[in-house]
């Protein structure tokens, strides 16, 4: 089990992680259309001609074994999870690579980790909110959640 200093101690770890594979959506990922762009000036995010998506069948976990656990244990990424937002890095499940509110949802994040300052500062706010919150309960993804709600319908 886990308790929240072991979860903390995880952080640095999941910042370099989440920081290669940001690189591995930005080269092969694609640009936002026309509409997608117009829904990230709502949100909104700063620099919406940085962000790409990639199209996997399954969000990726972790290859660290400790921070493969952690994603798990709270729910983070399981086989259902429809997206993973890494700053400009978008990972979209092929089901949803044409769902509006997901792409909208975590346009947010991406809003989220420019207001905050990067992935480190994001992560460190995100990952503890989760620990301390629960996921989905954590206020970033309550914030995502509720304003994807609100822009598209
Ligand atoms: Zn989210």
Redesign the pocket.
């Known amino acids: 089990m886990f308790d929240l200093n072991q979860f903390a101690n995880l952080i640095p770890k999941a910042v370099l992680e989440a920081k290669e594979q940001e690189q591995k959506i930005l080269m092969n990922g694609t640009p936002l259309s026309d509409s997608q762009i117009e829904d990230a000036k709502i949100i909104p995010v700063k620099y919406p001609e940085r962000v790409r998506l990639l199209r996997v069948n399954q969000i990726p976990l972790p290859e660290d074994p400790e921070l493969k656990f952690a994603a798990q244990a709270i729910q983070f990424i399981i086989p259902n999870t429809r997206g993973l937002t890494l700053q400009y890095g978008i990972f979209v499940k092929n089901d949803y690579w044409n769902n509006r509110e997901l792409i909208v949802?975590e346009l947010i994040?991406t809003s989220q980790y420019e207001r905050l300052g990067g992935i480190q500062q994001f992560l460190n706010q995100y990952l503890t909110e989760c620990i301390q919150f629960g996921y989905p309960q954590a206020p970033l993804?309550q914030e995502?959640i509720k304003k994807s709600e609100l822009i598209c319908t």
């Open positions: 949802h994040h993804e995502a």
